[in-house]
């Protein structure tokens, strides 16, 4: 039974479109994250939910859109996709407090050509 | 700002070699550290993680990591690697709380080992 699955796995879209990556947690975590890993796999975090509720926003592009339609879902929206938005994306969930370990999806290799 | 650094970018070694992958933090409060490993193709799985106390924790699959405050360190090692810890390994602080956990990551050194 996955903890942290999110859909799809790969994304290979053209350049100027908008695409959704989803992600669901079945751990009962208040907290869920979206982070990045480019080429070189440096992962970076963009943004955080608790109870819903956006958290953190680490500067990113307001071409990207988090929706958390509950604790247990956080989606990721990407409006007018550029080349530069190739990376995996990863989803992953956390109790609340700094002790809690991240739990991590699989990752959504996202392509933009 | 906190931020992390993981010092090995690419290390190479034999099976049974002995393993210590550095990792040092800047952050002048109380931290909590981890080690995640990504496998070729996976996603990031715990090894380890320090809170408090014991400043030497051990991890699954043989892994043990070494924290030292007057050195900002968090150093991973392992005594004898397999062909099976080929993966990338990061060094993670967390020192947010409540609601604003946040981890920050290492660059992540890439770890071989040659059967």
């Known amino acids: 039974d996955t903890a942290v699955s999110q859909t799809p796995k790969y994304l290979v879209t053209q350049m100027g479109n908008d695409k959704s990556i989803k992600c669901e947690q079945n751990l009962g975590h208040d907290t869920m994250y979206w982070y990045k890993q480019d080429s070189k796999k440096f992962l970076k975090i963009m943004f955080s939910y608790n109870n819903k509720e956006l958290i953190i926003n680490e500067t990113v592009p307001n071409r990207f859109s988090p929706k958390s339609p509950d604790k247990a879902h956080l989606n990721l929206h990407i409006n007018s996709l550029e080349l530069g938005d190739s990376a995996v994306y990863f989803c992953?969930?956390?109790?609340?407090?700094?002790?809690?370990?991240?739990?991590f999806g699989q990752g959504t290799r996202l392509t933009v050509v | 700002a906190q931020s992390v650094s993981q010092h090995n970018h690419h290390v190479i070694l034999s099976e049974a070699a002995s393993l210590e992958l550095g990792c040092n933090y800047s952050?002048?409060?109380?931290?909590?550290l981890f080690w995640y490993v990504q496998y070729p193709g996976q996603h990031l799985q715990l090894l380890l993680k320090y809170f408090s106390g014991d400043p030497l924790v051990k991890g699954i699959k043989g892994f043990e990591a070494e924290f030292i405050k007057s050195k900002f360190s968090f150093n991973l090692r392992k005594p004898s690697v397999q062909w099976s810890d080929t993966a990338e390994y990061f060094c993670?602080?967390?020192?947010?709380?409540?609601?604003?956990?946040?981890?920050?990551f290492g660059t992540g050194t890439l770890l071989a080992v040659q059967p």
């Open positions: 992953a969930s956390s109790p609340t407090g700094g002790r809690a370990e991240a739990f």
């Open positions: 952050y002048g409060g109380t931290v909590n």
């Open positions: 993670a602080v967390n020192a947010g709380g409540g609601a604003t956990n946040k981890l920050i």
